[in-house]
Nanobody, 116 residues
Framework: QVQLVESGGALVRSGGSHGLSCAAS????SSWTMKWYRQAPGKERE????????????IYAPSVKGRFTISRDDAKNTLYLQMSRLSPEDTAVYYC?????????WGRGTQVTVSS
């Protein structure tokens, strides 16, 4: 079955950089658009970035554009999110997502906390 496992959560200083990974299994990773979402305390889950099969067309939320980079390694079935110029507003649980045949699949998430 589809499994998504995020890793890399950490406590990071404001202005710093950090990277997250998502290991995928149970489906043909290279064929699907992959997404990163995040959910801050008391807020709804929001889309951070997505990347198409082949990785040629990444799309970002306005709040992270120019600071975050989404990428994928289809040989490793792994999705990445490189974050830079982090601010306390980026504090959230970050989730990996794939939507296949109208069903959403999620990992358990990984916590990123940015200290001021």
């Amino acid at each position: 079955q589809v499994q998504l496992v995020e890793s890399g959560g950490a406590l990071v200083r404001s202005g710093g950089s950090h990277g997250l990974s998502c290991a995928a299994s149970g489906f043909t990773f290279s064929s699907w658009t992959m997404k990163w979402y995040r959910q801050a305390p008391g807020k709804e889950r929001e889309l951070v970035a997505l990347i198409n099969p082949g990785g040629t067309l990444p799309i970002y939320a306005p709040s992270v554009k120019g600071r975050f980079t989404i990428s994928r390694d289809d040989a490793k079935n792994t999705l990445y999110l490189q974050m830079s110029r982090l601010s306390p507003e980026d504090t959230a649980v970050y989730y990996c997502n794939v939507r296949r045949y109208n069903s959403d699949y999620w990992g358990r998430g990984t916590q990123v906390t940015v200290s001021s």
